[in-house]
């Protein structure tokens, strides 16, 4: 399954499985996804204080909204496991504050298709890779600190101010965003 | 359906937009920044950054052992017809998607404040209240007095103050420090969300007695 047909060999396992669920409706990919993600957003439900009774039916909850908003997927501008966090973190706080979360209008497809998709896929797959290796790097305090904000329980933080912004066109601009990221993880050693 | 293509340069400063991300951000600016990067295509980008960062946080998660029942569960119910959740609420007008989610997809029942300013409540609450305010050009915006954090989003027409102008799409960012005095610009009325972590203020005596009972 996933075969690659979206022309790269490099992109991430969850990413093709994904792929699969939105192009075939693959429902073998989609038991790799469970067995892959409900391990993983049950843990990171436990960390953010939900009561273990209600983290199965939020887990569920999140295949499921995943299964059926596959065609939503867009591997030029997320791989799976971001894509999957929103959902998540979208249904907690929907949960928790019994009110629909406000979520940004989709973006209007326009001028987006002037780079071929295949080659703004594996740029956005291998600027993620880069990320994911700052975050390697990071010493374990470090690390808990991020983990902590991304994880962690939904109360409210502390917002202090900060400024810059990238340019582009939104793909390419996700992806300088991702590399400031990168570069911030790295500031912070 | 496009959205306003404006020349934004005032945006929201990226750990506003991270706690958004993370989930930790009240949800009365949750509202202002849902909005503005509907507008604002740095912003979502910034956005979709972070979400990155969280998938990539995601797969590092220390796994806990997920019950073979419930994905037998799950499988079963992939056949199941598509929920129909309450369809998601459109842009309409200046208004992006959020506010008339905000609105139950209704257009807003203004309220006058004097001097041809009207406001909407959307939403307040203990943590804090967010609405829309219409200002005719040359006018003073409300002073709502901030206490904490407020930002406010332009939706249409412009204002100016000391720090300067913001227009369609823009986001002021305003602390306890600020002490501004903003004011319409001349022509077309201004249109702005603005949410506050500050109590609401009322101007009549009842309404201002009554604000610490029912905490709004």
Redesign the interface.
């Known amino acids: 399954m996933g075969s690659g047909d979206q022309g790269g060999g490099e992109l991430s396992q969850q990413t093709l499985w994904l792929l699969a669920v939105r192009d075939r409706r693959d429902r073998e990919a989609f038991a790799c996804l469970f067995d892959y993600y409900a391990p993983r957003l049950k843990g990171m439900l436990a960390r953010s204080g939900m009561p273990s009774a209600a983290t199965d039916d939020l887990v569920q909850d999140v295949l499921l909204t995943a299964w059926q908003k596959a065609h939503q997927f867009d591997p030029a501008r997320a791989q799976a496991s971001a894509w999957i966090y929103r959902i998540a973190r979208n249904r907690q706080i929907d949960l928790i504050r019994r009110e629909r979360r406000p979520l940004p209008d989709a973006v209007v497809p326009e001028d987006e298709d002037s780079e071929p998709d295949a080659s703004q896929i594996l740029a956005l797959d291998q600027e993620t890779g880069k990320l994911r290796e700052a975050l390697d790097r990071l010493t374990p305090e470090q690390r808990a600190m991020i983990e902590q904000a991304y994880l962690g329980d939904l109360t409210h933080t502390e917002i202090r101010q900060r400024t810059g912004l990238p340019l582009g066109t939104i793909k390419s601009r996700i992806r300088l965003g991702l590399e400031r990221l990168r570069h911030e993880l790295k500031e912070l050693r | 359906?496009?959205?306003v293509p404006t020349n934004v340069c005032h945006?929201i400063?990226?750990?506003?937009l991270?706690?958004y991300?993370?989930?930790?951000?009240?949800?009365v600016f949750?509202?202002v920044?849902?909005?503005h990067?509907?507008l604002c295509?740095?912003?979502?980008?910034?956005?979709?950054?972070?979400?990155?960062?969280?998938?990539?946080?995601?797969?590092?998660?220390?796994?806990?052992?997920?019950?073979q029942n419930?994905?037998a569960?799950?499988?079963a119910?992939?056949d199941r017809p598509?929920?129909v959740a309450a369809p998601?609420a459109?842009?309409s007008g200046i208004f992006?998607?959020?506010i008339m989610?905000?609105l139950k997809g209704r257009p807003p029942k203004w309220k006058m404040l004097g001097g041809g300013i009207r406001q909407t409540i959307l939403a307040a609450g203990a943590?804090g209240s967010v609405r829309l305010l219409y200002i005719p050009g040359g006018k003073a915006v409300p002073d709502h007095g901030h206490n904490g954090?407020e930002l406010t989003l332009v939706l249409q027409g412009a204002f100016h103050d000391a720090t300067g102008t913001f227009g369609p799409g823009d986001v002021q960012?305003a602390s306890d420090d600020l002490d501004h005095a903003p004011i319409a610009n001349m022509g077309e009325p201004c249109v702005c969300l603005a949410a506050t972590d500050a109590p609401l203020r009322f101007r009549s005596l009842v309404p201002r007695l009554l604000q610490p009972i029912f905490r709004i």
């Open positions: 359906m496009t959205p945006h400063p990226d750990d506003i991270q706690a991300v993370t989930g930790s951000l009240p949800h949750s509202v920044v849902a909005s990067v509907s295509d740095d912003c979502r980008a910034v956005v979709e950054a972070q979400e990155a960062l969280g998938g990539a946080v995601l797969d590092g998660c220390e796994a806990e052992a997920a019950d419930l994905k569960c799950t499988l119910l992939l598509i929920r998601e459109r842009r992006p998607g959020p989610a905000e943590e954090l960012v």
